[in-house]
């Protein structure tokens, strides 16, 4: 089951949430609101590969949370 990183939109709360049976999260844990988006899961693999170093996916999430175009062609 795959693991997606979300945000939520309204107080920019990123967390990951594992996906079962392709339902996405109905609110944010933090503000409990349902202003989330699923963010690319890419950034993680691309903070990897570019840093010839071990990084762990979570830890790398803060540095995509710019990522509000739903790109993530920026942020590394
Ligand atoms: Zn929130």
Same mark, same amino acid.
């Given at each position: 089951?795959?693991?997606?990183?979300y945000? !939520?939109e309204? *107080? @920019? /709360?990123?967390?990951?949430?594992?996906? #079962?049976?392709?339902?996405?999260?109905?609110? !944010?844990?933090k *503000? @409990? /609101?349902?202003?989330?988006k699923?963010? #690319?899961s890419a950034?993680?693999?691309?903070?990897?590969?570019?840093?010839?170093?071990?990084v762990?996916?979570?830890?790398?999430?803060?540095?995509?949370?710019?990522?509000?175009?739903?790109s993530?062609?920026?942020?590394?």
């Amino acid at each position: 089951m795959p693991i997606y990183e979300y945000q !939520c939109e309204d *107080c @920019k /709360k990123v967390f990951e949430y594992l996906v #079962m049976g392709g339902k996405d999260p109905d609110a !944010c844990p933090k *503000c @409990k /609101k349902n202003n989330i988006k699923r963010m #690319m899961s890419a950034c993680g693999f691309v903070t990897k590969g570019e840093g010839g170093q071990t990084v762990k996916a979570s830890a790398s999430s803060s540095s995509c949370t710019g990522c509000t175009a739903g790109s993530c062609a920026s942020c590394h």
